[in-house]
């Protein structure tokens, strides 16, 4: 993964408001994944167009005051590729 990859989720996986969970999960065929609000943001800007660059840039606007936060989102992408949550184009 560079920045100029293009992430997109799993074909296995869906994002979706969980009402009952009160949460953002990643359902799949065998469950589901609870996320917390960070992953639920990250996760919400893969759309299969945007570069791992432009979600950077999107978020950093969106949250100009937190510290590292490119390398806390390229580390979570870098997780989720792993548990194949994330592919890359």
């Avoid at 606007?61 to 992408?77: L, N, T, W």
Wanted: charged content about 25%; aromatic content about 8%.
């Amino acid at each position: 993964m560079d920045k100029g990859s293009i992430p997109r989720i799993h074909r296995h996986f869906r994002l979706q408001w969980e009402e009952a969970q009160g949460c953002h999960v990643l359902l799949y065929p065998e469950g589901m994944v609870k996320l917390n609000d960070s992953a639920a943001l990250i996760l919400g800007c893969v759309d299969g167009v945007r570069s791992v660059a432009d979600i950077i840039a999107e978020l950093t606007s969106r949250f100009p005051d937190v510290d590292g936060i490119a390398s806390d989102i390229e580390e979570f992408m870098a997780a989720a590729s792993t548990r194949r949550w994330l592919e890359f184009d």
